[in-house]
């Protein structure tokens, strides 16, 4: 490999934010934080050690994830409830947000919708923020731990990562095979988990989780939700995942309604107003 004479020059150019946010619709996190007061919770959800638990959210309530018992991470998959093919779109919330997302950021529904499926509205480990090694919390650069990845490295056969916690949870909840529920299982909002980037090879790493019993993130439904959550076999991620030898824990996901009228003025966001035509 022969190295250029100009580059450094090269390196040093200034990065460029590819997908300005200021002009992004604002979320009235005001009205959310009065609604959520006096929120009261209309149903509870266990998410068992290395299982998936699914739930459902109502546009204009709030859902909160919560570490019960011991340090634990788990993957979030989204739906729009009356239409599984709109569903929560990782990569275009990185875009918009960042590798890590925090209070007053949204998670983003896939094309041809593209619009705010849910808000985050809580985030008792907001005060992380950024590690020594890169890392931070709540992360859409991961996938989720899945079989086939692990077939691929280890020639193994795990069925309790995250990846089949989330097919057998949503094919029992419509009541279709896993055949038929697999392909609507996506990419995840990595809850509670701690991730980054080596700086030196670029490889996604992660590490112990801050979490502890008690700590939670809060969610606004922008619109009608169907929801599943695996704890991750990983347990809290400090050491591997896909495999049983983590300490694993429950997470507990609770559904709250607002009062009559605690959020007079808000709608459910529309779909994008492109117009599909794609230039024909």
Not at 126 to 144: A, F, M
Request: aromatic fraction near 8%; hydrophobic fraction near 35%; charge should be negative.
């Amino acid at each position: 490999m022969t190295i250029p004479p100009d580059a450094e020059a090269r390196r040093a150019v200034k990065p460029v934010i590819c997908y300005p946010n200021e002009t992004l619709p604002m979320p009235d996190l005001a009205l959310y934080a009065a609604a959520l007061e006096g929120a009261k919770v209309t149903g509870t959800v266990i998410a068992p050690p290395r299982e998936a638990g699914v739930f459902e959210v109502p546009a204009g309530h709030f859902f909160r994830i919560r570490s019960v018992e011991g340090p634990q991470v788990g993957d979030l998959n989204l739906w729009n409830a009356q239409d599984i093919s709109e569903r929560f779109y990782s990569g275009k919330t990185r875009a918009l947000h960042g590798t890590h997302v925090t209070t007053g950021e949204r998670l983003w529904s896939s094309f041809p919708n593209l619009r705010p499926m849910a808000t985050i509205v809580e985030d008792s480990l907001g005060w992380y923020g950024i590690d020594q090694y890169g890392g931070s919390v709540h992360d859409v650069i991961g996938t989720r731990c899945d079989p086939y990845t692990g077939n691929l490295l280890a020639g193994s056969q795990y069925h309790h990562c995250c990846h089949s916690n989330l097919t057998r949870a949503l094919a029992q909840h419509l009541g279709v095979s896993a055949e038929a529920a697999e392909p609507h299982v996506h990419d995840v909002l990595n809850v509670f988990m701690c991730t980054g980037f080596t700086r030196d090879t670029g490889q996604y790493f992660m590490k112990a989780s801050p979490v502890r019993p008690g700590d939670h993130l809060t969610f606004f439904a922008e619109i009608d939700l169907l929801g599943a959550l695996s704890a991750c076999p990983g347990g809290d991620c400090s050491s591997e995942h896909s495999s049983d030898e983590a300490a694993c824990y429950p997470m507990e996901i609770e559904i709250l309604a607002p009062e009559p009228g605690a959020l007079d003025g808000w709608q459910s966001p529309q779909r994008s107003g492109y117009d599909r035509s794609h230039g024909l």
